[in-house]
């Protein structure tokens, strides 16, 4: 079941297609959306049963949250983390190149045309946009959000919920705190607190 009926619902359940054709691995039986309005439409050719009650009925285990704001990707987790049963598989593109030393938690959507160098940890229900670059050693963590083509350099830290605007990057041993946004096309040259908006070259 995939939760989320915008851009990042539609991108995972094409990339459960691409990933079907080449060994088939799951069967999309729906979508989930908390806007009643949504309820009953159809999207890619399936239904939206319901909102995240629905999940309570126990007839389905794997459940992908595709939601592209961190905070609310949060507060579905924690709504759902009651209902015991849930498994949350990691969805990662065919054609994104990832390290056999990556870690990488539950929850997890990975793009096409992604790298993630050697030794990297990503966090629980992190999302890693198209053709993004993550360097050696970084960690992200819960909830963690990169947008298309950021480049994270060796050795950084993304705090819990970071967010990272299209095309922003940071240099080597930057921490990004907790629940923080950088801005689009933004640089990170210096470590940013938590809970903070940076933009600009550098971000300030």
Request: aromatic share 8%.
């Amino acid at each position: 079941m995939i939760i989320g009926t915008g851009g990042v619902g539609r991108y995972v359940y094409h990339t459960i297609e691409e990933i079907n054709a080449e060994s088939a691995q799951w069967n999309v039986i729906g979508f989930i959306d908390d806007d009643p309005s949504k309820h009953h439409l159809e999207l890619c050719g399936r239904e939206v049963l319901g909102g995240t009650d629905w999940l309570r009925s126990g007839y389905v285990s794997n459940v992908v949250i595709a939601i592209g704001d961190p905070f609310a990707r949060f507060r579905v987790v924690r709504r759902l983390m009651s209902i015991r049963q849930l498994e949350y598989p990691a969805i990662i593109h065919p054609r994104a190149w990832i390290s056999r030393s990556v870690r990488i938690g539950q929850g997890v959507i990975i793009y096409p045309g992604v790298t993630i160098d050697c030794d990297v940890q990503i966090g629980n229900f992190s999302i890693i946009n198209m053709q993004s670059a993550v360097g050696h050693d970084v960690v992200l963590e819960d909830f963690s959000t990169l947008s298309p083509s950021v480049s994270i350099g060796g050795s950084s830290l993304l705090g819990e919920g970071a967010f990272m605007g299209i095309g922003s990057c940071t240099i080597q041993h930057v921490t990004i705190g907790r629940w923080s946004v950088v801005g689009a096309g933004a640089t990170v040259i210096s470590n940013l607190p938590e809970r903070v908006v940076a933009v600009g070259v550098p971000a300030k």
